[in-house]
């Protein structure tokens, strides 16, 4: 099967291969389906439900940390983020929580 995409298109797709994203285009199209199947399906996305589950495996195991306020957690956040930066330390993602490029589960928007 041969597609034919605008020109905007097929520049994003390359920037997502450029960034490291994705090896081919092909891989691009797969991915776009699978979130399409996802959103037809009704269902919560199954990387939300990734995050979930991996959530609520850390507090049964007791691998969290309470904080007195969301204002105190982001500011924990930020200082970390503060601390990579000035260190040149790589920030980690986990792929089953937050890709490379990704606005995360919040869409980017946390005030």
Do not use: H
């Amino acid at each position: 099967m041969n597609v034919s995409l605008p020109p905007a298109e097929e520049r994003y797709i390359k920037t997502k291969i450029k960034k490291g994203l994705f090896k081919n285009p092909a891989e691009v199209v797969r991915k776009a389906l699978c979130l399409m199947r996802e959103q037809e399906s009704g269902r919560p996305p199954s990387r939300l439900m990734n995050a979930v589950q991996k959530g609520l495996d850390d507090v049964k195991a007791g691998r969290v940390k309470t904080y007195p306020s969301v204002k105190a957690f982001m500011k924990k956040i930020e200082s970390d983020n503060a601390r990579k930066i000035k260190s040149g330390e790589p920030f980690k993602y986990d792929p089953d929580v937050i890709g490379p490029g990704d606005d995360g589960p919040w869409g980017g928007n946390l005030s």
